[in-house]
C-alpha cells in the first residue's frame, strides 16, 4: 500500500473520529453524571420532556419553515429511502418468524428499523457536514418520521383510526408539518418569533444527548441476549450496509450518501422503547436494543464514515 493511500485512510478516520467523538463524550457525560448522582431520573424524564416536545419540535419547524423546500429536497434520497425503509421492514417481518419469539416480533422488528435519527442522526450529520446541513437533513426527517411512526404502529399492533389520531399529534411531525406549510406559502416569520425558536433549538442535541447518556445501563443488555445483539447488528452494520450500497447504485451523491447512511446507522430510536412499552409486555428488550446499539454505534458509524470517504 503506497503511502499516499495510507494518510488518504488516515485522514477519513481522523475526520470521521472528530465528528464521532462529541456525540461520544457527551453521552459518556451523561453516563458519568448519573453514576454520580448529579442528575438523575426525574431529570431524564424532564429532559426528554423538553426535548421531545419542545426544543426538537422547534428545531425541526425553524429549519423547514425558514428554508426552501425546493432548494433542501433531494427528491432521490427521500424517494429512495422511503422505498428502503419499507423494504427493510418486510424483511424483517419476514426474518423475525425464524429465530424471534413471536410475542417479541414486533419488538425486534421495530427496534431493528426505527433509527435515532433526529438526535444522534442529527448530531453526527452536523458534526461531519457541518450547520448547512441542516435544512437537508430536516426536509428529510419531515417526510421519514411521519414513515417511521405509522411503521412502527402497524409492526406493533393492529393499525386503527386511534392509533392514526396519536401520530397526528406527535409533536414531532406537528412542528415538520406546520414548517412545511409555512415555507410553501412562503410565510415571513418575524424575528421576535425566530430567534426564541432558535435558542430553543439549540437545547435539543446536548440535552438530548446528555439524557439518552443518562439513561444506558450496561445492565440491561443482558436477558434477551441472542435477540439484542441480533437486532443491533441488523441495525448497526447489515441494513445500513444494504441501503448505502443501493444509494451509490443510484448514483447519488457524496453528502446525499454519507445523510443516507448517518440517518439508516443510527442507533435504536428511545422513541422505540416508549411505543414498545406502551403498546406491549416487551419493553424490557426495546431497552437493551437500544442500550446495546447506542454503546456500539461511534465504532460501527466511525468505519462507516471511512469506507465512504
Known amino acids: 500500500m503506497d503511502v499516499t493511500k495510507v494518510m488518504s485512510i488516515y485522514q477519513s478516520l481522523y475526520t470521521a ?4 467523538c462529541p456525540v461520544l463524550a457527551i453521552l459518556l ?7 454520580k448522582r448529579v442528575v438523575g431520573d426525574e431529570f431524564v424524564r424532564g429532559g426528554n420532556n423538553i426535548v421531545f416536545n419542545i426544543a426538537l419540535p422547534c428545531l425541526l419547524f425553524i429549519n423547514v419553515a425558514t428554508n426552501s423546500l425546493e432548494n433542501n429536497l433531494n427528491t432521490l434520497l427521500v424517494v429512495y429511502a422511503a422505498i428502503a425503509t419499507i423494504l427493510s421492514v418486510l424483511a424483517l417481518v419476514v426474518l423475525a418468524r425464524f429465530f424471534v419469539p ?3 416480533q414486533g419488538v425486534f422488528v421495530q427496534c431493528s428499523f426505527r433509527g435515532n435519527m433526529a438526535i444522534i442522526g442529527l448530531a453526527l450529520a452536523v458534526s461531519y457536514l457541518g450547520e448547512g446541513i441542516i435544512p437537508v437533513v430536516a426536509t428529510y426527517l419531515a417526510f421519514i418520521t411521519i414513515m417511521y411512526n405509522v411503521l412502527s404502529i402497524m409492526v406493533l399492533t393492529t393499525f386503527n383510526r386511534k392509533m392514526l389520531v396519536t401520530i397526528t399529534k406527535n409533536p414531532l411531525i406537528l412542528g415538520i408539518v406546520i414548517g412545511l406549510v409555512v415555507s410553501l406559502l412562503q410565510i415571513s416569520i418575524p424575528q421576535a418569533i425566530v430567534q426564541p ?11 438530548a444527548l446528555l439524557c439518552i447518556g443518562a439513561s444506558l445501563n450496561w445492565k440491561n443488555a443482558k436477558s434477551n441476549t441472542r435477540v439484542t445483539v ?3 447488528l441488523l441495525k448497526l452494520i447489515v441494513i445500513p450496509g444494504l441501503v448505502v450500497t443501493g444509494g451509490i447504485s443510484l448514483g447519488l ?6 445523510v443516507l447512511f448517518l440517518m439508516s446507522g443510527a442507533p435504536t430510536a428511545a422513541a422505540a422503547f416508549v411505543m414498545s412499552k406502551q403498546l406491549t ?5 426495546a431497552s437493551e436494543i437500544i442500550t446495546f446499539s447506542t454503546l456500539l454505534s461511534p465504532l460501527t458509524i466511525t468505519f462507516g464514515l471511512v469506507i465512504l470517504a
Open 17 to 20: 473520529s472528530l465528528s464521532v
Open 29 to 35: 457525560l451523561g453516563m458519568w453524571l448519573k453514576k
Open 102 to 104: 413471536k410475542s417479541q
Open 197 to 207: 425558536l432558535n435558542y430553543l433549538s439549540q437545547l435539543t442535541l446536548p440535552l
Open 230 to 232: 441480533i437486532a443491533t
Open 253 to 258: 451523491d457524496q453528502d446525499a450518501l454519507i
Open 281 to 285: 409486555s416487551h419493553g424490557d428488550l
